[in-house]
């Protein structure tokens, strides 16, 4: 079985290769990754990669359509051999780690756990900066292990999901959340299926792009999401742009919403051996370790740059200073949210924008 995963990165590469390890480890199988403008040799790293026959690499350096860079990507994956011949595909983010709780904590045990499914939402579970200010060269899943609580009621970007979906025709094009374009003479075979297992109603064949508030949503998979990693990091992700959005600039809005550190969370380290394995072996090739270093070197000098200008010398002084973001209660949530759907059809009415 061909599992398919689709990333698109910039200046990542001293991140890619705990990525790739860790999802070659979970059974992705097969790789597209679009490289888009890089500065720090993502692109190399990649074309040396696809040379080892590890993955598929587009450069997709504009010019981008009115959608962004990744929906331009997107929009070239759907025309791909390689798309056509997956049998199950995840579009997703460097910053995104699949962590399956059942069984081996492989995809196979997954679809084990949910046979019926065409379509699994994984949601989000957000890690956040625990106050770490360094960036260090290690890797992101056993350096970030403080996460929000698993049942959040605000704000709504904890419980958005990324869809691991049956490449079975239903939907003609990919998504930044869920597939889209569906064929709707087969929707109604389409069954949807949330992270914990439960059945979904029919609207999230078309619509939602976040899971339900108020209750767990990971009992069988959540999504590890480090947006904001150790402060350093987040400077430079800052002058990066949005993976979407490219030209909406990362404030201290961004942080804030996602910083959450209640909670520990290390069920992803059920991996690690495996995850280590995998680096190892992608890390004995040497041009790849000299990519990655020089990679390493590029992220730290970058971030001395960007401190002799004032907005990211100011955004950094206040990173220093925020506190941790705490769970909003749940009476003042219900009011949020209220208000939030006023004038609103429903959840799906919210914009993507990661």
Excluded at 56 to 71: A, E, L, S, V, W
Excluded at 121 to 147: C, H, K, S
Aim: a neutral charge; hydrophobic letters at 40%.
């Amino acid at each position: 079985m061909k599992f398919l995963a689709v990333l698109c990165v910039r200046n990542e590469a001293a991140f890619l290769i705990e990525w790739l390890a860790h999802h070659r480890a979970v059974g992705f199988t097969d790789f597209l990754v679009f490289s888009n403008d890089c500065q720090d040799g993502t692109d190399t790293m990649l074309d040396r990669l696809a040379g080892m026959g590890v993955l598929t690499h587009i450069r997709n350096d504009g010019p981008y359509d009115q959608g962004g860079i990744q929906f331009t990507a997107l929009k070239q994956a759907d025309r791909l051999d390689i798309v056509k011949a997956a049998d199950w595909i995840l579009p997703f983010d460097v910053d995104e780690f699949v962590n399956i709780h059942v069984g081996d904590h492989r995809l196979p045990d997954l679809l084990a756990a949910l046979p019926a499914a065409t379509a699994i939402t994984l949601t989000w579970r957000l890690f956040g900066n625990a106050e770490v200010a360094r960036y260090e060269d290690r890797p992101v899943t056993q350096q970030f292990t403080r996460a929000a609580p698993e049942v959040m009621y605000w704000p709504w970007r904890a419980s958005m999901f990324k869809t691991l979906y049956r490449n079975d025709g239903t939907y003609r094009k990919l998504g930044v959340h869920r597939p889209r374009s569906p064929v709707t003479d087969r929707l109604e075979q389409s069954r949807w299926f949330d992270s914990s297992g439960r059945e979904l109603d029919a609207k999230f064949r078309t619509e939602r792009i976040f899971s339900s508030y108020g209750r767990p949503n990971n009992g069988l998979v959540q999504l590890n999401h480090y947006p904001l990693g150790a402060m350093e990091s987040y400077v430079v992700k800052a002058d990066r742009g949005r993976a979407v959005h490219s030209d909406h600039l990362l404030g201290l809005d961004y942080w804030v919403e996602r910083n959450f550190n209640t909670d520990e969370d290390r069920t992803i380290l059920a991996l690690a051996p495996a995850m280590e394995g995998e680096r190892a072996a992608l890390m004995a090739d040497p041009e790849i370790a000299r990519l990655h270093e020089a990679a390493v070197a590029w992220r730290k000098a970058r971030f001395e740059a960007l401190l002799q200008q004032e907005p990211f010398r100011a955004l950094f002084g206040r990173l220093l200073m925020a506190p941790p973001t705490r769970p909003v209660p749940l009476n003042a949530a219900r009011f949020l949210v209220h208000h939030a759907n006023l004038g609103k059809s429903g959840n799906n009415s919210v914009a993507q924008e990661e």
